[in-house]
């Protein structure tokens, strides 16, 4: 091949690589001019912002969860100590911070659909219910509705705003805030709460209290027959709680039952290591009674 020759064959493969690089250009810029790529990249938007919103709402749902069990781990010492009220007011300080993350939640869900998030803070959400039944309860020694437990979720937040023809420039206004707990989680966290329950009956007759559980298993007794005229009518997941609950409730009424026929024949600082005994041989699955 002459020298002439591969000058030439070496010309035309740059100039068609030229061509085909401006065909790439074109079709790229085609592309990024396209609706379908531009409506995809809104779409890519949304998506990575709902994302986003999803993990927020998880991390306070995780929070909410952790200060809801630590608050039902100090209420758990009503039995043991002398003021019962000194707990109740602890617990009514930690309720309080729990409730403001809880505000978080509407903060991050104002404007936006609820069900699209709620399986993000759900739990965190029945936590905090059994909690706050189980802090009514004590001090009540009744069930609390969920219309009292949505009438503590408003909150006052202050917004920024611009105040036009103005020397000041913005100014903040308070505005309201409000969360709804589904009735869902609402049975939830009451039928949660009937294990926390079942542990205070056994805690109290390790105190001398003999009274606590016959009352406990009367209440529990009506919990239970609540749930029993839902049924297979409600939500799934109220359905698979009812096993839990059953459980609760036998060992409860098991308790009473030792106490009302052996009570007198076992020493009283014995009987709640015989209760527990009792409980644990009822269900040997259960790893914490």
Known sequence: MSKREGEGGARKRKTDFTEVQKSDDH????????????????????????????????????????ESKRTIFLLHRVTSVPNAE?????????LDGVRQKIGLIAEELRGEDLYQFHRAFTPGIQEYVEAVSFHHFIRHRTLISLEEVNARLVFMRHERTDAKGSSEGSRSSPAVLTFQVT??????????????????????????????PFKLSDFLREI???????????????????HTLRQSLGKVEDACYTLRVRGSEIPKHMLA??????????????GVV
């Open 86 to 94: 000194e707990v109740l007011h602890e617990a009514d300080v930690k």
């Open 224 to 242: 239970h027959d609540g749930f029993s005229y839902i049924g297979n009518t409600g939500p799934y997941e109220v359905s698979k709680k009812l």
């Open 27 to 66: 079709d790229n810029g085609a592309q990024i001019s396209s609706p379908v790529i531009s409506a995809f990249k809104v779409f890519q938007q949304e998506l990575d912002t709902k994302h986003d919103k999803y993990e927020r709402l998880v991390k306070i749902s995780r929070d909410i969860t952790i």
């Open 273 to 286: 290591d015989v209760l527990s005994s009792r409980t644990a041989i009822m269900d040997p699955d259960e």
């Open 183 to 212: 009735p869902t989680d609402y049975l939830l966290g009451v039928a949660d709460l009937t294990g926390e329950l079942m542990r205070m009956c056994i805690s109290s007759v390790g105190n001398g209290d003999m009274d606590t």
